[in-house]
């Protein structure tokens, strides 16, 4: 039995969810934490205009009103020529499960979001992704080098190991983000379809598991 977290990192409310998900995981340490990479706008090309940043900005502000997580308004507005392009981040957490599997991955995810929503770095630059992913790491007591970790992020393995997480998010059903399933012997529950508070989150995973007869 496992949970399964479907998101992605340049997705915002997934900002506001990775708070949630790190509080109910605290409450479960019993239940393993599968993260799947969505790839909300992978591949994408067109560069962030004013009207896309705008549009972003309406929904930055129901995100940190719903979570009180911080936003850099101002660092999306400097944005010259910025691809809003998601694979790249995606799959620098797709690197830090191949480097290190037992790691805690979502910690790794939601310093990649800080690394977007607050610092306004440029996450579609392999070598920032993999700074802040190995600091991330690194604090868990991973000995992980940042040149190497940009090495396992650049291999042609790690890009199909991404496609690979964006297909099994569409074989299960999910089409926004985030999504919190639990998965027991094969069959997959649906947790919250969105974001929701963790006090949300652990009344319905009590629901399920009651429903699946385990106390």
């Excluded at 479907?6 to 506001?16: A, K, L, R």
Aim: aromatic share 8%; net charge negative.
């Amino acid at each position: 039995m496992k949970l399964i977290f479907v998101g992605d990192p340049m997705c915002s409310w997934c900002y506001g969810f990775g708070k949630e998900m790190t509080a109910l995981a605290k409450l479960h340490p019993e239940l393993p934490l599968e993260i799947v990479v969505g790839g909300l706008r992978a591949g994408a090309t067109d560069v962030l205009d004013e009207a896309g940043k705008n549009f972003r900005l309406v929904h930055w502000a129901r995100v940190e009103e719903a979570s009180g997580l911080p936003f850099n308004r101002d660092g999306l507005m400097a944005r010259q020529n910025f691809v809003y392009d998601t694979e790249p981040i995606c799959r620098a957490v797709v690197a830090a499960r191949v480097i290190t599997p037992d790691a805690d991955l979502l910690a790794v995810f939601r310093a990649l979001q800080h690394g977007f929503y607050v610092e306004a770095v440029d996450t579609t630059d392999g070598r920032i992704l993999a700074r802040l992913a190995s600091n991330a790491l690194i604090k868990q007591g991973c000995a992980v080098d940042v040149s190497a970790f940009y090495k396992v992020w650049e291999a042609d393995s790690t890009i199909a190991l991404a496609k690979k997480d964006f297909a099994r998010s569409r074989s299960l059903g999910v089409r926004s983000f985030p999504v919190l399933l639990l998965e027991m012997d094969g069959e997959i529950r649906t947790i919250s379809p969105g974001y929701a508070h963790v006090e949300e989150l652990e009344r319905n995973l009590q629901l399920v598991l009651q429903a699946l007869h385990i106390s």
